[in-house]
């Protein structure tokens, strides 16, 4: 009878449940509980991840009762159902039954093996693809790298605009018996007033309203990075086990696990290696127009090198704008297709771990 292999497997998956919690109170390792032999090829291959291990290790061990009394709750339920179909012999809530055993079943494999399968995605798996690249610690460094430098050369322009502004606005005026006599003034002071105006404080505005718009784009990539590789863990991956187990929340319980994967693991990956082939050279171009700007823009070179197109400081901020392109690369384009890929990664792995119940029906004739 189906009833007595599901009583079977019923059985069988209780006493599987209860066998982490002994593993539970034992010692994490420095790989969590991960078996020598894998937490050796971790730490020969990707040495960063088995910190990471050690996290996925002590926020678990903290929700392992809770997950293990969800799924006791969510087979009885699923059980009940089951036994509701065949006792009014309806079909529907029969079927409905035994997919939720299925997935109910699924999920006990998630829970029980948790700490080896995170192992895998987040450890084999990126060793395999990034290999000794530690891909958390090159974003960061790198979007840390370039703020500062960008600071620094916003620092340098904003330095030299406050010091030929000033000068711009330096005027006379000469009176002889009421009557104003200036305008020869005024003429004379339009000389370098307007190249100066032209050719170095107008620039220097665009470019510095630029530089402070990426450098608070840089800011929230850096610190979105950082709030992931702390939170994802315990506030979107662990919670996601727990709410993919019951059928309302199990599509809620694959996005969170969805997102917490793929800001945890695909989005630094990305971001590491799109500043790795582009950051190098826009911090060589920051630092290049940075030192020629305090090189002309010193004193009152300040004024007299900024008053052509081919003057020190205008070409200075031609080698600014070049190197920005890359600039904008770093603070548009990249973020946006990064966070492009990292959707289309939620929306897959959210459909395939909270969508599985559609599978599970249509299983019910092996039960």
Not at 91 to 112: C, H, K, W
Request: aromatic share 14%; proline share 6%.
């Amino acid at each position: 009878m189906p009833s007595k292999k599901l009583v079977g497997l019923y059985a069988f998956l209780i006493v599987a449940m209860l066998i982490p919690v002994s593993h539970a109170s034992l010692p994490p390792s420095q790989c969590g509980l991960l078996p020598s032999s894998m937490a050796n090829l971790l730490s020969s291959s990707a040495p960063w991840y088995c910190p990471i291990n050690g996290q996925i290790y002590s926020a678990w061990k903290n929700e392992l009762p809770l997950a293990l009394v969800a799924l006791l709750l969510a087979f009885t339920v699923a059980a009940l159902i089951f036994m509701i179909g065949v006792a009014f012999k309806n079909d529907r809530i029969r079927n409905f039954g035994i997919g939720e055993l299925y997935e109910s079943t699924a999920s006990a494999i998630i829970v029980v093996l948790f700490l080896y399968i995170s192992a895998i995605v987040l450890g084999l798996g990126p060793s395999i693809v990034v290999g000794g690249i530690n891909p958390y610690a090159t974003s960061i460094h790198l979007i840390s790298s370039t703020i500062n430098q960008a600071e620094i050369l916003y620092s340098s322009i904003y330095t030299i605009y406050l010091s030929d502004t000033f000068y711009t606005t330096i005027g006379a005026s000469i009176y002889i018996q009421d009557y104003n006599i200036t305008a020869p003034l005024s003429y004379a002071r339009l000389l370098y007033t307007f190249p100066l105006q032209t050719f170095f404080i107008q620039p220097s505005l665009a470019i510095g309203g630029f530089l402070v718009d990426g450098i608070a784009a840089l800011y929230a990539q850096y610190y979105l990075i950082v709030f992931f590789s702390v939170a994802a863990i315990p506030v979107f991956i662990v919670p996601g086990v727990i709410f993919r187990i019951f059928f309302p929340t199990r599509a809620l319980g694959g996005v969170l696990i969805a997102i917490g994967i793929a800001f945890y693991l695909v989005m630094p990956t990305l971001f590491a290696v799109a500043y790795y082939f582009t950051s190098p050279q826009l911090l060589h171009g920051l630092e290049t127009t940075t030192s020629q700007l305090n090189r002309w823009g010193s004193g009152t070179g300040s004024q007299q090198n900024a008053l052509s197109p081919t003057s020190p400081l205008s070409e200075a901020l031609s080698s600014a704008q070049s190197a920005l392109s890359s600039f904008w690369l770093l603070i548009l384009f990249y973020p946006s297709l990064i966070i492009a890929v990292s959707y289309v990664f939620i929306t897959q792995l959210a459909t395939f771990i909270g969508g599985a119940s559609r599978v599970g029906g249509k299983m019910r004739s092996f039960v």
